[in-house]
């Protein structure tokens, strides 16, 4: 299991997502990755960097480490658009973009709102995101999608994409990699031993990445990942 970070892009200056992206390399960490908020989720007071930029600043200053999204939301720009946006990174990158895509939802829906962007039905969403999702794949961009209603984890499927899932217990994990390939995203717990637990059990539930929020260094999440691997997962 491949194990990443999500840099800490709520700020009003790079310096702290460009600095975790170069400690993420230098540390063994296979990918850094950004949000696509407008801002914090429920905190529309505090400023957040927009991801494509900061992610093309990454690509252009590592070498090893995957560099994504997790994840684009179709709606906040004409598809083309989006799908133009994540080719360029993966350019950048020398093709090690690994870019998630998703629909959005009631939670993300006020920062459309918030700068006058529509927001579609869900059934409009779902078919931006295969139309996105067709692009990224038919260009070779290794792809996810975010995990929600069953219409939507199944746009992942016909294409061939991974399914990506936030919070997802191991148990949850295990029946979805059945279809395919999963992903998952969350908080690890901060207790080591508990941290140490989870990331085992969701490589033995078949996740082949797990990736977190900015942990403020690397060296707790390295120490974890190297338990788990010597014990096999």
């Known amino acids: 299991m491949r194990v990443g970070v999500i840099l800490p892009t709520f700020s009003e200056d790079a310096s702290a997502a460009l600095a975790a992206a170069a400690e993420a390399e230098e540390s063994g960490l296979d990918g850094v990755f950004a949000y696509d908020h407008l801002w914090p989720m429920g905190k529309p007071g505090r400023p957040a960097l927009s991801a494509y930029p900061v992610l093309g600043a990454v690509a252009v200053r590592t070498r ?26 993966d350019a950048l990158s020398g093709g090690r973009a690994v870019v998630a895509v998703g629909t959005g939802d009631s939670k993300s829906a006020e920062e459309n709102l918030a700068y006058g962007i529509a927001v579609s039905s869900a059934r409009e969403r779902r078919a931006q995101l295969a139309v996105v999702v067709a692009a990224l794949r038919s260009a070779g961009v290794t792809t996810w999608v975010g995990g929600g209603a069953p219409a939507t984890n199944a746009v992942a499927r016909s294409y061939g994409a991974a399914l990506n899932l936030w919070s997802a217990s191991p148990q949850r994990v295990a029946a979805a990699a059945v279809e395919g390939e999963v992903t998952w995203g969350g908080v690890l717990p901060g207790r080591p031993e508990r941290a140490v637990a989870l990331l085992a059990a969701l490589a033995s539930a078949g996740a082949s990445w797990a990736v977190v929020p900015w942990p403020g260094s690397c060296a707790p999440l390295v120490a974890a990942l190297s338990a788990v691997r010597a014990g096999g997962g």
């Open 64 to 89: 090893l480490v995957s560099v994504g999204t997790l994840v684009a939301r179709v709606g906040l720009a004409p598809d083309a658009v989006l799908v133009r946006e994540l080719l360029s990174l």
